[in-house]
């Protein structure tokens, strides 16, 4: 569960008391954990459920038997709680954009944590919280108007929670590291309904588990971030390579990014040039590499 992608459920006991009433595999069972739950619950049988379980990658077309779409840690603890007592395999989403689809799977229970977008930010200590169904803009937003933020990846609408498990490289690794090399703490749901804490001084063989020491730990649902100095100004630039000129593209980014400052971020990446306003109207749609680099200025 903590890499956000499937996990069995670790009880295989037909019914438990969540929230003061026994659910059991029976055809009310989904109405008990509506009543337990804050937040939504989504079947097949309401009418936005094909808009509740898409996923980023529209080859994967997986259908979850039920969909909780948590809206606080407690309706996680309850989600985590009915999985085990009927035995349905979780997932759990955030932005859903795994490419694989990890977030979702056929026929169990999809912990949906896209309602919980909050972000709280201290600019004296420099750190924000995060919850886990934040997306990168909503980080970068709320972190922007104090000047600061957290080393994150390159597309906005990501999830911030698959990103951060994921390790996390975008415009600021080269000055700041990943995105898990920031994290300072996360909260933690594990599978005895525990909430836990985990930092390099709580829980710290859990701290260590969830910064890469794989998955089905707990499910994570705020994190806690280092933020670093970013902007106000950023300078951004783009270069375009057709498909045959690749190797050219490869030699040149091999040739100059050793020499890069910190300050200076590039990366590589082969795509079809996307019809944006800053690509040429005949480059559209191409496919190519598409060298880029970021710089960021504090002052």
């Known amino acids: 569960m903590l890499d ?59 259908r ?41 799977g056929d026929d169990g229970l999809m912990i949906d944590l896209s309602r919980m977008r909050g972000v709280v930010v201290d600019p004296e200590a420099r750190r ?24 994150l990846g390159a597309i906005s609408h990501t999830g911030v929670a698959g990103l951060t498990l994921g390790g996390g490289m975008g415009w600021l690794s080269r000055q700041a590291g990943l995105t898990i090399d920031n994290l300072e703490s ?10 836990l804490r985990a930092s390099a001084d709580e829980n710290p063989d859990l701290f260590w588990a969830v ?9 994570v649902t705020e994190f806690e971030f280092r933020l670093h100095e970013a902007g106000p100004m950023v300078e951004f630039g783009f270069f375009f390579w057709e498909v045959e000129r690749g190797v050219e593209a490869l030699r040149l980014m091999r040739d100059v990014v050793g020499a890069l400052p910190r300050s200076l971020n590039a990366f590589i990446a082969f795509t079809n040039a996307p019809p944006a306003p800053f690509v040429p109207e005949e480059q559209h749609h191409r496919p190519g590499s598409g060298p880029g680099s970021h710089r960021c200025s504090t002052s």
Do not use: K
């Open 4 to 62: 956000h992608g499937r996990a069995r459920p670790g009880l295989s006991s037909a019914g438990r008391r969540v929230r003061g009433r026994t659910m059991t595999r029976t055809a009310d069972a989904h109405e008990a954990l509506r009543t337990a739950l804050d937040g939504r619950v989504v079947t097949a049988e309401d009418g936005d459920y094909d808009d509740v379980r898409r996923v980023w990658n529209a080859d994967i077309d997986r």
């Open 64 to 104: 979850p038997a039920v969909i909780a779409q948590c809206v606080s840690t407690g309706d996680v603890v309850a989600a985590v709680a009915y999985a085990q007592a009927v035995e349905l395999e979780i997932s759990i989403r955030s932005g859903a954009h795994n490419v694989a689809g990890r977030c979702t």
């Open 186 to 195: 996360a909260e933690v749901v594990v599978a005895d309904g525990r909430v």
């Open 128 to 151: 924000a919280r995060v919850r886990a169904g934040a997306l990168l803009a909503d980080v970068d937003a709320a972190t922007q108007a104090y000047g600061l933020a957290v080393p």
């Open 211 to 219: 910064r890469g020491g794989g998955g089905n730990v707990g499910v």
